[in-house]
């Protein structure tokens, strides 16, 4: 069973932090690439960060903000969120799968991603 479980979301003021967590079982995370996608309502899945084999890629509307990082020893991967904006509201998924091409590239293409949490409410408001 491959499995990941993210958690930590949940309701902020604008120019506050989160930090979301993607517990992994069935599998470790040390030679997956990592992927923080988000979706807000009636909008397509995006990708907001990405890692793999050292590298890492961040969206521009998310860069400077957000860093994403991982606890191999924790088989746990997290999403530093910083300065919150109410345009970051969206429910918060983590996938992962074995590397299979640059970290950007598979930010970009969701599919290349074949296993993926339940996603993490994040809502930003006042």
């Known amino acids: 069973q491959l499995q990941l479980v993210e958690s930590g979301g949940g309701l902020v003021q604008p120019g506050g932090s989160l930090r979301l967590s993607c517990a992994a079982s069935g599998f470790t995370l040390d030679y997956y690439a990592i992927g923080w996608f988000r979706q807000a309502p009636g909008k397509e899945r995006e990708g907001i960060s990405c890692?793999?084999?050292?590298?890492?890629y961040y969206a521009g509307s998310v860069k400077g903000r957000f860093t994403i990082s991982r606890d191999n020893a924790k088989n746990t991967a997290y999403l530093q969120m910083n300065s919150l904006k109410p345009e970051d509201t969206a429910v918060y998924y983590c996938?992962?799968?074995?590397?299979?091409?640059?970290?950007?590239?598979?930010?970009?293409?969701?599919?290349?991603?074949?296993?993926w949490g339940q996603g993490t409410q994040v809502t930003v408001s006042s």
């Open positions: 890692s793999s084999d050292g590298s890492t």
């Open positions: 996938a992962a799968n074995p590397t299979i091409a640059s970290v950007q590239t598979m930010c970009l293409v969701r599919g290349l991603f074949g296993s």
